[in-house]
């Protein structure tokens, strides 16, 4: 019996990356799982894009509105609930497609996440950037040689990961494996033109206002959550909650969170040209 297949459809916001999954999955049967961080979080469908109702009614989807925006969801948390979603997926003899812009999420399933110990960076904070260096330059060369100048907070945790695990950082991390082994799945980038998806990201910033973006918004910030969990965090959140809460208007808000998101699809596609050079390229 031939193994069912498992497909990565990565790139960015608006680029047309859930309309290809949805013709692939309705030409295979395939269910989908999302590697979307911001999709996991249920207060904000409208906002994050997140599959409609009718598409979800229509094909299987996986890790989409699973948590609450008071939650946090880490890279791991992500990758172990993916493998458990693709384990059932295959059980059933079904093909599934890990779609979304999330670049991370794709780097922990093809190259592993390092299960590193958490340690307290207490101790480490005590010393100065350049006593730190010099530690490190003993305990852990290669990370020290790949921290640059200033980043103290990259600096104290691989002191403490090297201290307090009696492992080097980067020895952590040279034994991480793969999650999918390679030449088990299809890895595919969706592509668009530059300009032409800032068109998109603009039209769909505007369509997601008409459809209840404010609205869904607005019920988050009256829940009064800590401004640094992830949800909170979503592209768009910090440019409308000004209008939200009447301290600008809507065209200036809109604008905001259009830039934002055009800066965001910019960072995608810079991050999936440089981690993923072997994809198969598609043109949105």
Known sequence: MTQPSITLIGGPTAGGKSALAMRLAAETGAEIISADSMQIYAD???LTAAPTPADRASVPHHLVGVADAAETWSVGRWLKAAMAALDAITSRGKPALIVGGTGLYFRALTHGLADIPKVSREDSQNFSEGELRAVLKALDPVSEARIGPADVQRLTRAHAVAVQTGTALSEWHALTLPALEPGTYRAIVVQPERDALY???DARLASMVKAGALQELSALLAR????NLPAMKA?????LSPHVRGEASLDDALA????ATRNYAKRQMTWFRNQTPDWERVEG
């Open 44 to 46: 904000l469908p409208i």
């Open 199 to 201: 068109v998109r990201c």
């Open 224 to 227: 009064d959550l800590d401004p």
């Open 235 to 239: 592209v768009g959140v910090r440019e």
């Open 256 to 259: 905001a969170a259009q830039m």
